[in-house]
């Protein structure tokens, strides 16, 4: 008639720890996918803008910079400060770009100060222009067909 109690709410506490670190990287996971995306999604469209811009004549660089950042802004998820540059040379196009991500959990942001999740990033397009860009673009066309 002896029992033995020792083990008794054993499951409980191992439970417990077993599903704190689970969450724990179920968060990293879509933190981390979050954080993919929101790249990506910067970088292509710095490089939509750019394009979009290869064939202008006079380069408004302060109205393209608002409307990269409202696009940025519009298009990402964790993205808190979004800065860019846009400069042109005689046949370069050049955009450099800083990112702060913000990490959605409370007190995460205070601890980690100096900022971990700010990048830089440059992007540098030669132009082109209009005629040579329909003659390549027909002939990634057509090999494209032949597949």
Not at 50 to 56: A, D, K, P, Q, V
Not at 103 to 116: D, Q, R, S, T, V
Request: proline share 1%; with cysteine; glycine share 2%.
């Amino acid at each position: 008639m002896y029992k033995s109690r020792t083990f008794k709410g054993s499951y409980t506490v191992e439970a417990s720890f077993i599903i704190t670190i689970t969450m724990l990287v179920i968060f990293a996971i879509i933190f981390f996918t979050f954080y993919l995306h929101d790249r990506l999604v910067t970088h292509n469209t710095c490089y939509e803008y750019i394009l979009n811009c290869s064939n202008l004549k006079e380069l408004n660089s302060e109205a393209i910079e608002e409307n990269i950042q409202e696009s940025v802004y519009k298009k990402t998820f964790i993205i808190k400060n979004f800065s860019s540059y846009i400069s042109s040379d005689n046949n370069k196009i050049t955009i450099s770009y800083t990112l702060d991500f913000n990490i959605p959990i409370a007190g995460i942001n205070e601890y980690l100060k100096n900022n971990i999740l700010s990048s830089s990033y440059k992007i540098e397009f030669k132009n082109i222009y209009k005629s040579s860009f329909i003659r390549k673009s027909k002939v990634a066309k057509d090999l494209f067909k032949k597949e």
